[in-house]
C-alpha cells in the first residue's frame, strides 16, 4: 500500500505571497490532517478534514486553510506570507476515527523570504 | 503551559544502553498516548500506542502509561545507532480528536 504523498517537496515563496500544498492520503483514509512543525514550536495542529467537512481545528489565523476532496486528498493554502510561515507542512492520514494511529507524509518544506 | 511537555534533549548514549524518554501531561482528559520517530528530513513514524494507564510492549521498545502522575515513558533496551532519531511522544482524548504533540527530544545512539 502507498503511503502519505505530499507536494511539492519544496517550496520557495517571498512575503505576501500565497501558496497552495497537496496531500494524499493512504488509500482508504479518510481523515486528513496537518501541521506546522518548527524548530521552537515542534508540531502544532493545523486543521483535520473528513469526509470532506473540518471536524478539528487548531489555533492558527485565518490565512491557513483547507479543503478536502471527494476522493479525500487535501490541499491547504496559505495566504499572505510571512517570515513566520516558514516551516516543514506534515499531513498525517486515519482511518475513520483512529487519530491513535495517523500516518505522516515526509512533509513539505516551505521557507519564505 | 503547552498540554504535553517533553524535554528536548539531545540524549547521547552508547550503543547497548537503555534509553529512557519521557514526557509529562497536563490534559486530565487525554486517553490515548502515542509515540511517534522522525528521522531527519521526514516525516514522523508512528511507534506504538497505548490506551489509558499501563504498559505496551514491542520488540525493544516499551511504552508505559501513569495517568495518576500525568507521566508518559518509552523505553528502548539494546539501543542502535539506527535509534538515533527525534522521539515525539502525542496525546488525544478520543479517537476522533486532535493529537497534541510533545516538541520531540533528539537521541544520538554512539556506535
Known amino acids: 500500500k502507498a503511503g502519505v504523498t505530499q507536494t511539492p517537496r519544496y517550496l520557495i515563496k517571498t512575503r505576501g505571497q500565497q501558496v497552495t500544498l497537496s496531500c494524499s492520503p493512504i488509500?482508504?483514509?479518510?481523515?486528513v490532517s496537518w501541521y506546522q512543525q518548527t524548530p521552537g514550536q515542534g508540531l502544532q495542529f493545523l486543521f483535520e478534514y473528513f469526509s470532506e467537512t473540518q471536524r478539528n481545528k487548531g489555533n492558527f489565523p485565518g490565512r491557513f486553510s483547507g479543503r478536502q476532496f471527494s476522493n479525500s486528498r487535501s490541499e491547504m493554502n496559505v495566504s499572505t506570507l510571512e517570515l513566520g510561515d516558514s516551516a516543514l507542512y506534515l499531513c498525517?492520514?486515519?482511518?475513520?476515527?483512529?487519530?491513535?494511529?495517523?500516518?505522516f507524509g515526509p512533509g513539505t518544506r516551505l521557507t519564505v523570504l | 503551559q503547552k498540554e504535553v511537555e517533553q524535554d528536548p534533549g539531545p540524549l547521547s548514549v552508547p550503543e547497548g544502553a537503555i534509553v529512557s524518554l519521557n514526557c509529562t501531561y497536563s490534559?486530565?482528559?487525554?486517553?490515548?498516548f502515542m509515540w511517534y520517530r522522525q528521522y531527519s528530513r521526514k516525516g514522523p513514524e508512528l511507534l506504538m500506542y497505548t490506551y489509558s494507564s499501563g504498559n505496551k510492549e514491542d520488540g525493544r521498545f516499551t511504552a508505559q502509561v501513569d495517568k495518576s502522575s500525568k507521566y508518559i515513558s518509552l523505553f528502548i533496551r539494546d539501543s542502535q545507532p539506527s535509534d538515533s532519531a527525534t522521539y515525539l511522544c502525542a496525546a488525544l482524548s478520543g479517537g476522533y480528536q486532535k493529537v497534541t504533540f510533545g516538541t520531540g527530544t533528539k537521541l544520538q545512539v554512539i556506535p
Open positions: 488509500s482508504g483514509h479518510r481523515s
Open positions: 490534559n486530565s482528559a487525554f486517553q490515548y
Open positions: 498525517a492520514s486515519s482511518f475513520r476515527t483512529n487519530n491513535n494511529e495517523q500516518f
